[in-house]
């Protein structure tokens, strides 16, 4: 909306925009969810290079600087987190988690590398690329943080959950997605690539539906960390339609990952995070379900509504209420 304003170029194309969510927002929230164990000098050195790539893709977008302090940033995360995962993961299911942190990094420093060529495609290669392996993270450590959580809400309400982490249906998951990312990125691939995100759609609801997270009575914290993982189901299954007809655009389809899935899991994982350090039940707090209800409602007026400035300022609008109820949640929450 802001896009002929000249003090923010970097907003000025829909390509900036999907950048700083994906590569300015989701890859900070992944780093700081895996990064583990690791020195203050290390995490300043990390922040410092996030928080001046965001100024420099604000104000210089496509510049050596901005490019710099970009794939910088992805560089260090990359090397803070991926080397951690190939060591300490046993399973090969556990190790994945190495592979998807580094694309993407590597698309976060190749979305810059393309703005300095005359590559046109490059740059939406880059991104669509960055939105399935966030896709694939987050159905993976969804899945991680959901299931435990659900079978010990399940079992303290007098039931019992055997189906956790599923591993079959975990590996699937991992196997099916790669494919989608794989044939995606094949010219004339879109047809294949829309079957196999039409199938993981399908094995992330079995598996979903067999956490059973109606059972987990009284906790509302959980049924709306379970609305981001069918926000997760919903978008791939909308890539999926978008893949084999052209009932809808793929741009649109993607709103549902990135405001429907990213944006209800990554604000409810972060406040459950805080409520349980400060040693407060989640269960009990009124702010998760009001901001899944505010992602929800921003990614429905994304997908149902046309785009046009009053629509999309209802959606930044409805985004924004939610993140700002997360800034009230850690006012009143101290931090330990």
């Given at each position: 909306m802001l896009s002929g304003s000249p003090l923010a170029p970097g907003f000025a194309t829909v390509a900036g925009h999907a950048h700083e969510l994906l590569f300015g927002f989701a890859l900070a929230v992944a780093a700081g969810f895996l990064i583990n164990r690791t020195?203050?000098?290390?995490?300043?050195?990390?922040?410092?290079?996030?928080?001046?790539a965001r100024a420099l893709h604000l104000t210089l977008p496509g510049s050596t600087l901005a490019f710099a302090a970009n794939a910088g940033f992805a560089v260090m995360l990359a090397w803070l987190t991926v080397p951690q995962f190939l060591r300490g993961a046993k399973k090969w299911r556990n190790k994945a988690i190495a592979p998807i942190l580094l694309g993407l990094c590597v698309m976060a420093a190749l979305f810059h590398a393309a703005g300095l060529s005359t590559l046109t495609w490059l740059p939406f290669l880059a991104l669509q690329q960055a939105v399935l392996l966030l896709t694939l993270l987050m159905l993976f450590m969804g899945g991680r943080i959901i299931a435990p959580a659900a079978a010990g809400a399940v079992e303290r309400a007098g039931g019992q959950l055997e189906a956790r982490v599923q591993p079959r249906m975990e590996g699937a998951l991992l196997l099916l997605m790669a494919g989608v990312i794989a044939t995606v990125a094949i010219p004339g691939g879109e047809p294949v690539a829309g079957v196999l995100a039409l199938s993981t759609a399908l094995v992330a609801t079995v598996r979903m539906l067999r956490w059973r997270l109606w059972a987990a009575a009284g906790r509302p914290d959980l049924w709306c960390l379970g609305m981001g993982y069918g926000w997760l189901i919903t978008g791939l299954g909308l890539l999926a339609l978008s893949w084999l007809t052209p009932l809808l655009p793929q741009g649109t389809a993607t709103h549902a990952i990135t405001v429907g899935a990213l944006g209800t899991l990554t604000t409810g994982v972060m406040a459950?995070?805080?409520?349980?350090?400060?040693?407060?039940?989640?269960?009990?707090?009124?702010?998760?379900?009001?901001?899944?209800?505010?992602?929800g409602s921003a990614a429905?007026?994304?997908?149902l509504v046309p785009a046009d400035v009053p629509r999309l300022a209802l959606a930044s609008s409805l985004w924004s209420l939610a993140m700002a109820a997360l800034v009230v949640l850690f006012l009143r929450v101290p931090a330990r």
């Open positions: 020195s203050t000098a290390r995490l300043t050195g990390l922040f410092t290079l996030w928080l001046l459950r995070v805080r409520l349980n350090r400060a040693r407060k039940n989640p269960a009990a707090s009124r702010i998760i379900p009001l901001m899944a209800l505010l992602m429905l007026v994304r997908l």
